[in-house]
């Protein structure tokens, strides 16, 4: 069971900025590449960025290239997600999962390669 808790999102409008926060209160995935997804209204989930276990290692999808950005403190076991100029395309349920393997280049980007997600933080742009 994938322990981790999402917060920070909340309703902007069109080119503002929110960053959300993904706590592994356990210190479960300390060594596991950690993601971002998200699950728009009447869309598939899908992946948005990657971390590797380090931080020193990212991948975002193209959508999202420039504007958002992860990271993580490994002293607080939290993952981040820092949106900027956001569009009302972003708005969705964003949830953090935690990978199987270390690197983002062997982390699963695929949202049906993970057992079970946690309750989400919604984000909603508004234009």
């Known amino acids: 069971q994938v322990q981790l808790v999402e917060s920070g999102g909340g309703s902007v409008q069109a080119g503002g900025s929110l960053r959300l926060s993904c706590v592994d209160s356990?210190?479960?995935?300390?060594?596991?590449?950690m993601g971002w997804f998200r699950k728009a209204p009447g869309k598939e989930r899908e992946f948005v960025a990657g971390?590797?276990?380090?931080?020193?290692?990212?991948d975002y999808t193209d959508s999202v290239k420039g504007r958002f950005t992860i990271s993580r403190d490994k002293t607080k076991n939290t993952v981040f997600l820092q949106m900027t100029s956001l569009r009302p395309e972003d708005t969705a349920f964003y949830y953090c999962?935690?990978?199987?393997?270390?690197?983002?280049?062997?982390?699963?980007?695929?949202?049906?390669?993970?057992?079970?997600w946690g309750q989400g933080t919604q984000v909603t742009v508004s234009s």
């Open positions: 999962n935690a990978d199987r393997w270390a690197t983002v280049q062997a982390m699963a980007k695929d949202p049906d390669d993970y057992d079970s």
């Open positions: 356990g210190g479960t995935f300390a060594d596991k590449a």
């Open positions: 971390i590797s276990w380090s931080g020193d290692s990212t």
